[in-house]
């Protein structure tokens, strides 16, 4: 069993990501099992995971306490000198300080909000966990498709902690010399932990590029090494976030290394909704308006939606009588792989279909009036056009 325990440790901590009274009442009977058998050390892991989680519940993003103390190290300053590579002289890393850093959550399903929750939670009180020989989860990897705000996310749980981020992009630390890519990951690790920061590996998946190539099996197995190495080293000392997009492509053993893992998902309709609202301001549009905008974008990204949004702006601004309808067909039409090829063939091809395939849909289900409005016409005319569309169908 204690051989395991570490994975029951992460079993349990997944489960608590959404707790339910199950599932607590049996990790707590876990806990109380280990306990009587004088396993106080495991015991004490679970109950700081039971805390964790219940008071996870309780907090409101807004009220997510600073940890002050959390681990040893220097303080960064403007002043520090960051590493660089030797050949190139261009930094190891970028750093942000808690002022840089967004002050808005990304925006997510509700079970993704309250997992992310937890990780803040359970880092904020990294040094009370620490000091009752818990060992909380200090390395997170974030992976997803492209766009969907994990580096944004990754920036936001570093700003609610209250610590500094240093970002290195792990192309930027490739170096076409043999041995200098192992140098690099090397000093930029020493660095992050001398210092009290978040380290964030972005577009951690720029390692499992340089293994396509067959000219460089030899290198690639020093970095992989070094890079592992340098995740164990980094192993309370501080926390590490690593992000990706094609986490598939990742070595197995740099996977295990994290003891989160959270994936990101695209945006469901309602949270591309919010994203939409979020984004559009100050223009106004209403409920069904964004409804439209949403069904359009339907399997799309956050950063597509901010994108629309933008685009939506100029065409606003430009002209004030636009027709949002008309708007969303030329952006469907130039921003082609942003939006649903079946959808946007519908959308171009005639404003019959397209109306069909409005009213048809189930998730979203439009009606008539709010369709008419959107088409600038009346309810009659809208249901005069389908139900001669209905009559050319039967000849
Ligand atoms: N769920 C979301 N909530 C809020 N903003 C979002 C969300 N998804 C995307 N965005 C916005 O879209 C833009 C891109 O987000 P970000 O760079 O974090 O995505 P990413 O997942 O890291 O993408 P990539 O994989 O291409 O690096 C940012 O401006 C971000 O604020
Ligand atoms: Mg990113």
Same mark, same amino acid.
């Given at each position: 069993?204690?051989?395991?325990?570490?994975?029951?440790?992460?079993? @349990?901590?997944?489960?608590?990501?959404?707790?339910?009274?199950?599932?607590?009442?049996?990790?707590?009977?876990?806990?109380?099992?280990?306990?009587?058998?004088?396993?106080?050390?495991?015991? !004490?892991?679970?109950?700081?995971?039971?805390?964790?989680?219940?008071?996870?519940?309780?907090?409101?993003?807004?009220?997510?306490?600073?940890?002050?103390?959390?681990?040893?190290?220097?303080?960064?300053?403007?002043?520090?000198?960051?590493?660089?590579?030797?050949?190139?002289?261009?930094?190891?890393?970028?750093?942000?300080?808690?002022?840089?850093?967004?002050?808005?959550?990304?925006?997510?399903?509700?079970?993704?909000?309250?997992?992310?929750?937890?990780?803040?939670?359970?880092?904020?009180? #990294?040094?009370?966990?620490?000091?009752?020989?818990?060992?909380?989860?200090?390395?997170?990897?974030?992976?997803?498709?492209?766009?969907?705000?994990?580096?944004?996310?990754?920036?936001?749980?570093?700003?609610?902690?209250?610590?500094?981020?240093?970002?290195?992009?792990?192309?930027?630390?490739?170096?076409?010399?043999?041995?200098?890519? @192992?140098?690099?990951?090397?000093?930029?690790?020493?660095?992050?932990?001398?210092?009290?920061?978040?380290?964030?590996?972005?577009?951690?998946?720029?390692?499992?590029?340089?293994?396509? =190539?067959?000219?460089?099996?030899?290198?690639?197995?020093?970095?992989?090494?070094?890079?592992?190495?340098?995740?164990?080293?980094?192993?309370? !000392?501080?926390?590490?976030?690593?992000?990706?997009?094609?986490?598939?492509?990742?070595?197995?053993?740099?996977?295990?290394?994290?003891?989160?893992?959270?994936?990101?998902?695209?945006?469901?309709?309602?949270?591309?909704?919010?994203?939409? !609202?979020?984004?559009?301001?100050?223009?106004?549009?209403?409920?069904?308006?964004?409804?439209?905008?949403?069904?359009?974008?339907?399997?799309?990204?956050?950063? =597509?939606?901010?994108?629309?949004?933008?685009?939506?702006?100029?065409?606003?601004?430009?002209?004030?009588?636009?027709?949002?309808?008309?708007?969303?067909?030329?952006?469907?039409?130039?921003?082609?792989?942003?939006?649903?090829?079946?959808?946007?063939?519908?959308?171009?091809?005639?404003?019959?279909? #397209?109306?069909?395939?409005?009213?048809?849909?189930?998730?979203?289900?439009? !009606?008539?009036?709010?369709?008419?409005?959107?088409?600038?016409?009346?309810?009659?005319?809208?249901?005069?056009?389908?139900?001669? #569309?209905?009559?050319?169908?039967?000849?």
């Amino acid at each position: 069993m204690l051989k395991y325990f570490s994975i029951v440790q992460a079993l @349990s901590r997944s489960a608590l990501a959404m707790p339910n009274e199950a599932v607590t009442h049996q990790i707590r009977r876990l806990k109380e099992s280990l306990e009587k058998d004088g396993f106080t050390k495991e015991a !004490k892991s679970l109950e700081a995971l039971l805390t964790a989680s219940e008071s996870s519940l309780e907090m409101s993003p807004s009220k997510i306490q600073r940890s002050f103390v959390v681990l040893k190290g220097e303080e960064i300053t403007p002043k520090t000198s960051i590493p660089v590579d030797k050949e190139t002289s261009t930094p190891l890393a970028e750093i942000f300080f808690p002022d840089d850093l967004p002050e808005k959550a990304p925006m997510f399903d509700g079970n993704i909000q309250l997992a992310i929750h937890s990780i803040v939670n359970e880092w904020s009180k #990294f040094d009370q966990l620490l000091e009752i020989n818990a060992t909380p989860a200090s390395s997170c990897l974030i992976y997803g498709a492209p766009g969907t705000g994990k580096t944004h996310l990754a920036k936001w749980i570093a700003k609610q902690i209250g610590l500094p981020v240093v970002l290195a992009r792990l192309e930027g630390l490739m170096s076409s010399y043999l041995g200098t890519t @192992s140098r690099n990951i090397g000093n930029l690790f020493t660095f992050a932990n001398r210092y009290k920061c978040i380290l964030l590996l972005d577009e951690f998946d720029a390692i499992a590029k340089l293994r396509n =190539d067959p000219q460089e099996v030899g290198e690639v197995k020093r970095v992989v090494n070094t890079l592992l190495q340098s995740l164990d080293s980094r192993h309370e !000392k501080g926390f590490t976030i690593g992000v990706t997009n094609h986490e598939s492509l990742l070595d197995p053993a740099i996977w295990r290394r994290f003891d989160i893992q959270v994936e990101i998902p695209k945006p469901s309709p309602e949270v591309m909704i919010q994203l939409l !609202k979020n984004f559009i301001t100050p223009l106004e549009f209403n409920e069904s308006e964004i409804k439209f905008l949403a069904w359009c974008l339907d399997g799309s990204s956050g950063a =597509d939606a901010e994108m629309l949004s933008k685009w939506l702006k100029r065409a606003f601004v430009l002209e004030r009588e636009s027709n949002i309808v008309e708007v969303m067909k030329q952006f469907a039409v130039l921003n082609s792989g942003r939006v649903d090829t079946k959808k946007r063939n519908v959308m171009v091809h005639s404003d019959e279909d #397209f109306i069909n395939m409005l009213l048809n849909d189930k998730v979203y289900s439009f !009606k008539q009036k709010d369709l008419a409005s959107l088409f600038g016409m009346t309810p009659s005319t809208l249901s005069k056009q389908l139900s001669k #569309f209905k009559d050319s169908e039967k000849i």
